[in-house]
């Protein structure tokens, strides 16, 4: 595998917050007696990070599938998209043995069950690990080559190509991601499998190339849809167990067996190697109603035209004008950028008004939020003045003429090269371009799901409001 090793290239804080993951589980060797209660640690959790047997709702040793509904697998804690869901119940909750030796087993995830839905993911065991998991075979762990097992200090940007096993078309909701520790990004389409082209790593042309996701690689295969993104190992919609009564009838449809291309942005910040492993859990929908659209926010220019001369502190800045006779609900938003962004924000200039309505704010570049809008959903407020990352809460809609704001605040600045002893001197690394490299490079593109769709984005050479520039 080629990979790109540079000495700067992970923060600190990304060993942190990106150690979460999981996996698709369960099986006959699962079904060890579940580890005594050692005495609940929280909310029904136990020293060793599981659930206690007491705070059980069901039997979950042995269990095959996620079982979905409206029972917490964890009765001692509320609900948690992570940690207490019945639509992504943990593997190690689930197995009693299950280690492989790397970080993030903890936010292992059993699939859906065949037919209510489908977990798509890549694997060292390939097409043989859900055959492998369910016998409870976890040699498939050993013995990895760099392919999987990320070395020290390594950054890398490569497509996975994953064939999914569903052979009917379907509609689907709800949605759960999850990567590994290590993973800074990943952007999901489903594409033509009418190619031949075998499941697994694309290569790169070279060490230090990095991929584009197959939303702009024809060789992929024809674009069939668009999964969406994340950029943090744990991710999903909707954030809460109730669907929201205004989420009534939202679908996004999903083909007959594509082939589902993962673009992975991994970085390992350890002392030891890091496992290129995610899993997506896909819901089927029966009420359909609605469709909804990922978008990615992105000026199509931006890759060629982003350039920030050491010692500048300057705004990317773009937006989308929402046509006559449209109407658009936003319903999910997360920005995205590197290190040198210090405040992500966007907000929306509406029509007639001179105030403009801020809907998101992201200011740690390392622990990016993503954030829903809904009548169920309670997200923080944002604060510029204390850095603290907050959004819009409730339904969020754009009108006629409404624009759509979003912009990166950059300091590509030896000021803010101290802040990290990671971070190289800007004179050092030259000018700043659009790239997946977390210090030596940067970028800006605001994701998320609409219904109705918002196309790309152009840049915006009006000025920002103060608050986006804190």
């Known amino acids: 595998m080629q990979v790109v090793v540079t000495p700067s290239t992970v923060a600190r804080a990304l060993a942190f917050a990106l150690s979460l993951t999981p996996l698709a589980c369960g099986g006959p060797a699962n079904t060890a007696s579940a580890p005594a209660d050692a005495g609940t640690v929280d909310g029904g959790i136990g020293a060793d990070g599981r659930i206690v047997a007491a705070c059980q709702s069901f039997p979950l040793v042995g269990l095959q599938y996620s079982p979905g509904g409206s029972t917490l697998p964890n009765k001692c ?163 809460t167990l109730d669907k929201p009564a205004e989420d009534s009838g939202y679908y996004i449809p999903w083909p007959a067996s594509p082939a589902v291309v993962f673009n992975l942005h991994y970085i390992n910040a350890s002392a030891t190697p890091v496992l290129r492993e995610g899993w997506v859990n896909l819901w089927w929908e029966s009420d359909t109603r609605v469709r909804e659209s990922w978008y990615l926010g992105m000026p199509p220019g931006e890759p060629k035209g982003f350039a920030v001369p050491p010692g500048g502190v300057l705004d990317y800045h773009a937006s989308w004008t929402v046509p006559s006779g449209t109407t658009i609900r936003l319903v999910s938003a997360f920005g995205h950028r590197h290190f040198w962004t210090t405040s992500f924000s966007s907000w929306i200039e509406r029509t007639g008004s001179s105030s403009p309505d801020v809907v998101y704010q992201s200011f740690d570049w390392a622990n990016m ?86 196309g790309y984005p152009s840049t915006d050479d009006g000025g920002v409001p103060s608050f986006a520039t804190q």
């Not at 190690?92 to 299950?98: C, E, G, K, Q």
């Not at 050993?142 to 070395?151: F, K, N, R």
């Not at 912009?407 to 371009?433: I, K, M, W």
């Open 77 to 239: 804690a509320p609900f948690d998209a992570t940690t207490n869901n019945p639509y992504a119940v943990r593997c190690i909750d689930a197995m009693a043995a299950y280690k492989t030796g790397y970080p993030g087993d903890e936010y292992c995830i059993l699939p859906p069950p065949p037919d209510q839905g489908i977990q798509v993911g890549y694997h060292p065991q390939g097409a043989a690990y859900w055959s492998q998991m369910w016998a409870g075979d976890l040699s498939g762990y050993e013995h990895l080559s760099s392919d999987w097992a990320l070395p020290p200090d390594a950054e890398v940007t490569q497509n996975y190509r994953h064939i999914a096993t569903n052979p009917d078309a379907h509609n689907y909701y709800r949605t759960y991601f999850r990567m590994r520790t290590g993973s800074h990004h990943a952007i999901i389409t489903a594409n033509d499998n009418t190619t031949p082209i075998p499941e697994g790593w694309v290569a790169l042309p070279s060490a230090d190339a990095e991929a584009s996701p197959a939303l702009f690689d024809a060789s992929q295969g024809a674009l069939l849809g668009v999964l969406g993104g994340q950029q943090r190992p744990d991710d999903g919609t909707p954030s």
């Open 369 to 454: 939020p993503s954030y829903r809008y809904d009548s169920l959903a309670h997200n923080p407020a944002p604060d510029a003045a204390k850095h603290a990352d907050g959004a819009a809460s409730g339904i969020t809609t754009l009108g006629a003429g409404d624009k759509l704001h979003f912009d990166c605040h950059v300091e590509y600045t030896d000021a803010r090269a101290a802040t990290d002893s990671y971070a190289p001197q800007p004179e050092a690394n030259g000018t700043l371009h659009f790239a997946n490299e977390t210090f030596k490079a940067e970028m800006c593109i605001q994701f998320g799901i609409t219904t109705g769709s918002l």
